[in-house]
């Protein structure tokens, strides 16, 4: 059953900027404007440029032209995560204090190395997790390496957390309440080797500090939105409603990617297409020629 929604919407488009918008960006941000602007709500953008290899600044100019082209219209200033480091430290800091997360030195290869040898390893939503090699350490051996310089991540002790948090529900906005399962993830990365932080860490705790009661996004985030929800749990922030919508893929099936010739927003109005025009079909769900959402 729907749930009611609370008089003051809150919501947000938060691109990563490591290529330009693709048509199910525009969508996606088109969709989260209706739904502020229905309810005479508010639409916030938030840059989610903490990878410093990936973001550029390019990327980001033209992520805020595309979206003013196609009359995306958002409120306050834009927010980047890469202004808001301080923020994630600081709760980084606290679910070390709690002892709930642990330094990761494992390099990709071992990781890999790891699971070929141990032959039955729990698989999560994404692929195979991570062993857990580096949570069996002791503290003197991490004082020790992080002392020395070796590079490494922090992970989320997931047993030690859910212990802690019990049973969560995230609120769906179509669907109503979905019991959370983090433990699909595993041990997942909330500061990486070469960020202080990372997507899950920074999304949770930037939803809570601009006040987002609703969050729209992909249905690949699904998986995310569990992990978030025990995040929310463990450092005391509210939790927003949620809305995954399908994502859009191409005549051959292929999910849309920021490479993708042909489709990117950029490319459409080079190519003269009118925005209004555009803006309307996606609202009602219309589709550039060859593009369908993935479950239809
Ligand atoms: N930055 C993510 C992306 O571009 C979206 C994250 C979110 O909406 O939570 O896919």
Same mark, same amino acid.
Request: proline share 6%.
């Given at each position: 059953?729907?749930?009611?929604?609370?008089?003051?919407?809150?919501?947000?488009?938060?691109?990563?900027?490591?290529?330009?918008?693709?048509?199910?960006?525009?969508?996606?941000?088109?969709?989260?404007?209706?739904?502020?602007?229905?309810?005479?709500?508010?639409?916030?953008?938030?840059?989610?440029?903490?990878?410093?290899?990936?973001?550029?600044?390019?990327?980001?100019?033209?992520?805020?032209?595309?979206?003013?082209?196609?009359?995306?219209?958002?409120?306050?200033?834009?927010?980047?995560?890469s202004?808001?480091?301080?923020?994630?430290?600081?709760?980084?800091?606290? +679910?070390?204090? &709690?002892? /709930?997360?642990?330094?990761?030195?494992?390099? @990709?290869?071992?990781? *890999?190395?790891?699971?070929?040898? !141990?032959?039955?390893?729990?698989?999560?939503?994404?692929?195979?997790?991570?062993?857990?090699?580096?949570?069996?350490?002791?503290?003197?051996?991490?004082?020790?390496?992080?002392?020395?310089?070796?590079?490494?991540?922090?992970?989320?002790?997931?047993?030690?957390?859910?212990?802690?948090a019990?049973?969560?529900?995230?609120?769906?906005?179509?669907?109503?309440?979905?019991?959370?399962?983090p433990?699909?993830?595993?041990?997942?990365?909330?500061?990486?080797?070469?960020?202080?932080?990372?997507?899950?860490?920074?999304?949770?705790?930037?939803?809570?500090?601009?006040?987002?009661?609703?969050? +729209?996004?992909? &249905?690949? /985030?699904?998986?995310?939105?569990?992990i978030? @929800?025990?995040?929310? *749990?463990?450092?005391?922030?509210? !939790?927003?409603?949620?809305?995954?919508?399908?994502?859009?893929?191409?005549?051959?099936?292929?999910?849309?990617?920021?490479?993708?010739?042909?489709?990117?927003?950029?490319e459409?109005?080079?190519?003269?297409?009118?925005?209004?025009?555009?803006?309307?079909?996606?609202?009602?769900?219309?589709?550039?020629?060859?593009?369908?959402l993935?479950?239809?």
């Open positions: 059953m729907p749930l009611p929604q609370p008089q003051h919407i809150v919501t947000r488009f938060a691109p990563s900027p490591t290529g330009r918008l693709h048509i199910g960006h525009a969508w996606s941000a088109l969709m989260a404007m209706e739904l502020a602007r229905s309810a005479g709500g508010v639409l916030r953008l938030r840059i989610e440029d903490i990878d410093g290899i990936r973001s550029r600044p390019e990327h980001v100019k033209g992520i805020i032209e595309d979206l003013r082209w196609l009359g995306v219209e958002w409120d306050g200033e834009v927010v980047f995560q202004a808001r480091l301080a923020l994630y430290d600081a709760a980084l800091e606290q +679910l070390k204090r &709690d002892g /709930l997360v642990y330094p990761c030195f494992c390099t @990709r290869a071992e990781i *890999a190395a790891e699971i070929a040898a !141990s032959g039955s390893a729990p698989h999560g939503n994404d692929g195979p997790l991570y062993p857990g090699t580096c949570r069996q350490l002791d503290q003197g051996e991490r004082k020790a390496r992080i002392a020395a310089e070796e590079a490494h991540c922090w992970r989320l002790d997931m047993t030690q957390a859910i212990a802690r019990g049973t969560l529900v995230w609120r769906d906005m179509d669907n109503g309440d979905i019991t959370a399962r433990e699909l993830a595993g041990d997942v990365v909330l500061a990486r080797k070469d960020a202080p932080t990372s997507y899950h860490l920074a999304a949770t705790l930037d939803d809570a500090d601009m006040g987002i009661t609703h969050v +729209l996004r992909g &249905d690949d /985030l699904i998986s995310a939105t569990h978030h @929800r025990l995040l929310q *749990a463990l450092l005391s922030l509210p !939790s927003p409603l949620y809305r995954h919508h399908p994502l859009l893929v191409d005549a051959t099936g292929k999910r849309l990617a920021k490479r993708t010739g042909g489709i990117s927003l950029a459409l109005r080079e190519a003269g297409i009118d925005p209004e025009r555009l803006r309307d079909d996606l609202l009602c769900n219309r589709f550039p020629v060859g593009i369908r993935a479950s239809a």
